[in-house]
């Protein structure tokens, strides 16, 4: 029975593996290469979720898929987004978590309406300065890559909730990392620069401590500047 506030969904089991419903394809531990034809229904789903298929790469006919809102390919051997990547422009979700990808490309600033990307434990090194035109960007997946500096681009993305570092070598001074937190609800930090799980509340307690030490050094200094100007004044020729 249904009523106002339910949502009747209709499912078709393919096979064990393969799941067909009103909102899209669910496709788990099989090893496809390519996406069932689904016909004039193809361009009406929003959802796929490939899961566990050994792929390499992206099937052909994903992009077929035109009304996309939420992908996930995760747990495969995708070695690269590709750049075509662009040509989902109503895209919500993306999620490649646990693939061999090993960069982004700068086609996903096409990705306007992007609100979650996910891209934990891959092999990527560098974030393309790209991302920061994202900006309706809430929540981002970096955990265990291989990522050593942030571009500073990223300060522009001021609706970000979650930005997820862990186990990456970061080597960024203190200062670099400060930028954009305000913005952030949670940080999550790298295991040397920042503590797991580390809070905006926290960062600010150090930020603002940083702040009062460095400015009672520049008092002095200039104090004793000051008294080192007074004595010479004095002293008699």
Not at 186 to 215: D, E, H, M, P, S
Request: no cysteine.
């Amino acid at each position: 029975m249904s009523g106002p506030n339910m949502v009747e969904t209709t499912s078709k089991v393919i096979d064990e593996n393969i799941i067909v419903d009103d909102r899209g394809v669910i496709i788990k531990d099989t090893k496809i290469t390519e996406l069932p034809d689904l016909g004039e229904a193809t361009k009406e789903k929003t959802h796929i979720i490939l899961q566990r298929n050994e792929l390499s790469e992206f099937p052909s006919n994903i992009y077929n898929f035109s009304a996309l809102s939420h992908l996930s390919i995760m747990n495969n051997n995708i070695l690269a987004i590709p750049k075509e990547i662009e040509v989902f422009a109503d895209l919500l979700v993306l999620k490649l978590d646990n693939n061999k990808i090993t960069e982004i490309p700068d086609s996903i600033k096409n990705l306007t309406n992007l609100y979650t990307l996910s891209l934990s434990n891959n092999m990527i090194k560098d974030i393309s300065p790209e991302i920061a035109s994202l900006k309706n960007l809430r929540f981002i997946y970096f955990k265990g890559n291989n990522i050593k500096r942030l571009p500073k681009e990223l300060a522009k993305l001021t609706n970000l909730i979650v930005l997820d570092l862990r186990d990456n070598p970061l080597e960024m001074s203190d200062d670099e990392l400060n930028y954009g937190r305000r913005s952030l609800k949670r940080i999550f930090g790298n295991r040397v620069i920042l503590r797991n799980k580390q809070t905006v509340a926290g960062l600010t307690r150090n930020i603002a401590k940083n702040y009062l030490i460095r400015t009672a050094l520049a008092v002095l200094i200039s104090i004793l500047l000051i008294w080192a100007s007074t004595k010479t004044k004095l002293l008699p020729f």
